[in-house]
């Protein structure tokens, strides 16, 4: 299917194209004739399945066919709601990318940063306004903020602003909202809970699940490595110099971890970045950029990356730390194998992580390969996962194309056609 059959205007099929994107993902296809319908969505679908376009691409549609009236130019009429500065950043992104020819204004806020700017745009006017609730609801407190004009709700990561404690800000916004309005909720797992506030928010929304809830991309081949916690870093850098690995996700439990573990590996000579809640947005954008540029090989990073970081093509995520909540496993490893990519999955499981990984695999419906770790000999046997090092069939770790490889993969080139917008 070809995205011109979605009912989508010249002008977003022109920037579509643009992009280099000709064929739909699943959720877009199942998604964006619903949305233009007019119906409330409750939409579910893994992490790099193209969610964020499955959202904008009608939301601009809806913007260019319902053209503001010259009284109103100056109120926001789509809302998109996200839990994350850097979710906030990709939806800007995707929003500015296929919006870029249909002459619509949207406007970001979220904290951390300064408020003024922010202000400062809204009072310029804007179609879209893409926010975190926090700072919407500062914004609001402030009288700087106007949402009588919404027609368009997205909720974005839904069940991530219920678990960063957002549920209060979220009922005091709706509860500002016009009550003729179309909803949407995007989020790539479904919790009972989310579904009974969808029932509460949403008028007869139509149900969009094109994965089982709370599955890992199949395109992503996920293997654990059983080791001591002191061996950790060592083994790190082990699997990196003999697999030749080139740009790779690195996820920490704490801020202090990631801080430690990147200097431990900038001893061993690699280039690192760090991004957790204690850096400052601008630190945050610059330790991105600079990983998705190919400035420096290792992105260190809490949770607070786990979800709304799109980096294309990423080969290698490894969960250094395991979360404690088994959900926030498939997103970190959602960073890698989106949008048809191949990628690459490793985690390091030290012995009282064991229970965490478990839950993980009962989260997954299967056992994750393991491998014995080939510095220091862990026996994997222990976990009832693989035999024991050093022993006959003992399975050897493995390697990675070259870095030369992976940084071609990133390089600019010709539109792909088979590539599909995030």
């Given amino acids: 299917?070809?995205?011109?059959?979605?009912?989508?205007?010249?002008?977003?099929?022109?920037?579509?194209?643009?992009?280099?994107?000709?064929?739909?993902?699943?959720?877009?296809?199942?998604?964006?004739?619903?949305?233009?319908?007019?119906?409330?969505?409750?939409?579910?679908?893994?992490?790099?399945?193209?969610?964020?376009?499955?959202?904008?691409?009608?939301?601009?549609?809806?913007?260019?066919?319902?053209?503001?009236?010259?009284?109103?130019?100056?109120?926001?009429?789509?809302?998109?709601?996200?839990?994350?500065?850097?979710?906030?950043?990709?939806?800007?992104?995707?929003?500015?990318?296929?919006?870029?020819?249909?002459?619509?204004?949207?406007?970001?806020?979220?904290?951390?940063?300064?408020?003024?700017?922010?202000?400062?745009?809204?009072?310029?006017?804007?179609?879209?306004?893409?926010?975190?609730?926090?700072?919407?609801?500062?914004?609001?407190?402030?009288?700087?903020?106007?949402?009588?004009?919404?027609?368009?709700?997205?909720?974005?990561?839904?069940?991530?602003?219920?678990?960063?404690?957002?549920?209060?800000?979220?009922?005091?916004?709706?509860?500002?909202?016009?009550?003729?309005?179309?909803?949407?909720?995007?989020?790539?797992?479904?919790?009972?809970?989310?579904?009974?506030?969808?029932?509460?928010?949403?008028?007869?929304?139509?149900?969009i699940e094109v994965a089982p809830r709370n599955t890992a991309a199949e395109s992503v081949d996920q293997r654990v490595y059983h080791v001591d916690k002191t061996a950790k870093q060592a083994l790190l850098t082990h699997i990196m110099r003999e697999g030749n690995w080139g740009q790779t996700l690195v996820f920490t439990r704490t801020k202090h971890g990631a801080n430690r573990l990147a200097q431990q590996l900038e001893r061993d000579g690699f280039q690192v970045a760090v991004i957790h809640g204690n850096?400052?947005?601008s630190a945050r954008i610059r330790a991105l950029d600079d990983f998705k540029a190919d400035k420096v090989q290792i992105l260190v990073a809490t949770d607070i990356a786990a979800r709304g970081l799109d980096i294309h093509q990423l080969p290698h995520v490894v969960n250094y730390e395991l979360p404690n909540v088994p959900a926030d496993y498939v997103h970190r490893i959602g960073r890698t194998g989106r949008a048809g990519a191949t990628g690459e999955a490793v985690s390091l499981v030290s012995p009282d992580e064991v229970p965490q990984l478990r839950d993980i695999e009962r989260l997954l419906g299967r056992k994750l390969p393991a491998l014995a770790d080939p510095i220091g000999g862990y026996p994997v046997g222990k976990t009832e996962s693989a035999p024991v090092n050093n022993e006959p069939g003992i399975a050897r770790p493995h390697r990675s194309t070259s870095r030369r490889t992976h940084t071609a993969r990133f390089s600019k080139g010709p539109a792909n056609p088979s590539r599909r917008p995030t």
């Fill in 1 to 207: 299917m070809a995205f011109s059959s979605l009912g989508l205007s010249k002008i977003l099929l022109q920037a579509i194209a643009e992009q280099g994107y000709s064929n739909p993902t699943p959720i877009q296809i199942k998604a964006i004739p619903v949305v233009l319908s007019g119906r409330d969505v409750m939409a579910a679908a893994q992490t790099g399945t193209g969610k964020t376009a499955a959202f904008t691409l009608p939301l601009l549609q809806h913007l260019i066919d319902h053209p503001a009236e010259a009284r109103n130019r100056q109120l926001p009429r789509a809302l998109v709601l996200v839990p994350t500065r850097e979710l906030a950043a990709q939806v800007a992104d995707s929003v500015r990318n296929y919006g870029r020819h249909t002459g619509l204004k949207s406007v970001m806020v979220y904290g951390g940063v300064g408020i003024q700017p922010q202000i400062e745009a809204l009072r310029r006017g804007s179609d879209l306004l893409i926010a975190t609730p926090g700072r919407l609801l500062d914004l609001i407190g402030q009288g700087k903020a106007d949402l009588s004009g919404i027609r368009f709700l997205v909720l974005d990561e839904a069940d991530r602003m219920l678990d960063m404690g957002f549920i209060h800000d979220l009922k005091r916004i709706l509860a500002l909202l016009p009550k003729r309005r179309q909803n949407l909720l995007f989020s790539a797992t479904y919790s009972q809970e989310i579904r009974s506030m969808a029932r509460a928010w949403l008028d007869q929304p139509e149900s």
């Fill in 279 to 281: 850096k400052s947005q």
